[in-house]
């Protein structure tokens, strides 16, 4: 036991299972070593432990770490927690020169350090994960920037869209996603360690050594914040929960549009379920279960902020159920994009089911007004002429398309044969040319900006 001057007897061994977190906190062995090595590093070069002493601990725990990774030193499940393991496994192997290793730190400021360490890469991944999902987002655009189909508001047939305009909406989603996971990098990319427990170090620490080796681009400013300080994890858990509640939009949507009721795509085999007992099935059981998944990122954001909020300066134990809240957040995120993006990409999109969609539901209605009112008529008349006509129109069983000229006119002598022309569906689009809107050039104008956009961050 590391703290056996103080103690006379080993801990219960009911209560050190209650509070080890090796379990789930060995996942950060290689941010914990690169983090000793790194303080063992400057507190040679600031002459607080002898060079030839640094140089042993130095190569040990690289040791240490060749180890772990090659499956030779198994993490010992009793030992409380990654960071003790690794510190006791030192001591271990290089007897009392691996005591020194602990000089001027604390495990306060070491798990603060560790987890910014593991954040800073997952929010990496996470970031090249969305990335891949926005080439095959944008890939399925701009085969379908002239793929109409009804845009819908309650659920209902509305104006008509383009599938690509659809799926370009989710893209700028995920854009976002990423502006906020970079901020949130950020903020992640500042080093704790010099905190100690609380109150900082009598010892002549350079903090910015230890800052520079390990790649940050900042120190804390304050010891007591500096160990507990979880901002920066609860902003990631609420970026992670917003990135899941988009997929679990998107994923709805793919739901629906496998349904018969809509059958707009066909999911891949390979990406599909089918039934133990209903032989006609095919089910889109990974959207459902992104959707399912988005609820318990949206827990471990509520389970942190519950942890924090009533709690006094500075660290406290209960710090330490943060770690299984984050580590489920990137699991699950990650595999939720890993498994999403190859099944977007193999979806066959029913390009004609979509168009037969559109055909029905006076989606044109709105342009049919617009048509009324670009002949003079104010609007809010246009409107009602032409709800009127709609009216008519489910009345007798027909679409906007299939009245004739001279059921038109028996509504308002405004219309002229040019009114087809005016409702057609590719023209309804075509016109809905603002940007921002769907009409195919404004589509694929925004399309090569996002490519842009990607490019560049790509190099
Ligand atoms: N396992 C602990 C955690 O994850 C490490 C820090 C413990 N510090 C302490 N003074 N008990 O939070």
Redesign the pocket.
Known sequence: MLWEGRFKKEIDSKTNDFNS?ISF?KRMYKEDITGSIAHCKMLAKQGIIDKEESEKIVEELKNILSDIENNVLEIDSNA??I?MFIESELTKRIGSTGKRLHTAR???D??ALDIRMYLKNEIKEIIKLLKELLNVLIKKAEENTQTVMPGYTHMQRAQPITFAHHLMAYVEMFLRDIQRLEENYNRTNIMPLGSC?LAGTTYNLDRNYVQDLLGFSDITKNSLDGVSDRDFAIEFLSNVSIIMMHLSRLSEEIVMWCSWEFKFIELDDAFSTGSSIMPQKKNPDITELVRGKTGRVYGNLMGILTIMKGLPLA?N?D??ED?EFIFDSVDTVKICLVTLVPMIDTMKVLKDNMKKAALKGFINATDCADYLAKKGIPFRDAYKTTGILVAYAIDNDKTLNELSLDEYRKISDKFDKDIYEAIDLKTCVMNRNVIGGPAPEQVQKRIKEVKEILNIQNN
């Open positions: 977190s906190d409380e927690d960071h604390s495990r306060n070491q798990v427990a660290y134990k710090m330490q770690k």
